[in-house]
């Protein structure tokens, strides 16, 4: 095994941007980079249905969406769709997050994430996300979200 190989992978900076370039970028730059582009189409209690066209941004070497961005999304839609629900003040925090990739997603293809509740209760939230081509419907991805949701103190 070439760990000098592993080491530079990890080390690499693709785009010839230094560490004090990133470190001076405006502080929470990461949530618009990856929502930048994004419509919401639907809101209702216990669905967000929203839908962006595929940006440059966030592709990957193959040139297909960015697991990283499409987990970054599941995130971001998967905690709006708590905000639909009754008495619930807060997103909460991220206990765990899946994804399966079942297909890609190019530059240009227009998707459909859409985030449904599936349980909202007093300290724990889960919630499903669910990418789609939006031209044909195929599922790109799945998504589960679970959330710790900050219980306030009696005392």
Not at 76 to 96: H, K, R, Y
Not at 126 to 136: L, M, P, Q
Request: include cysteine.
């Amino acid at each position: 095994m070439d760990f000098e190989l592993v080491k530079s992978f990890l080390e690499k900076s693709s785009s010839g941007v230094s560490s004090e370039d990133i470190d001076s970028m405006p502080f929470r730059f990461f949530e618009p980079m990856i929502m930048s582009g994004l419509k919401v189409d639907l809101i209702e209690r216990g669905r967000v249905l929203c839908s962006m066209k595929v940006p440059p941004r966030l592709l990957n070497v193959g040139n297909s969406l960015h697991g990283g961005a499409t987990a970054a999304l599941v995130d971001v839609v998967g905690s709006s769709v708590i905000m639909t629900m009754d008495s619930v003040a807060t997103t909460g925090v991220s206990v765990e997050i899946n994804v399966s990739y079942l297909d890609a997603a190019f530059v240009g293809d227009e998707i459909e994430i859409e985030a449904k509740a599936l349980r909202v209760g007093k300290a724990v939230a889960v919630v499903s996300v669910e990418f789609r081509k939006k031209k044909t419907g195929k599922i790109i991805a799945q998504g589960r979200h679970t959330k710790y949701l900050a219980v306030s103190s009696k005392l």
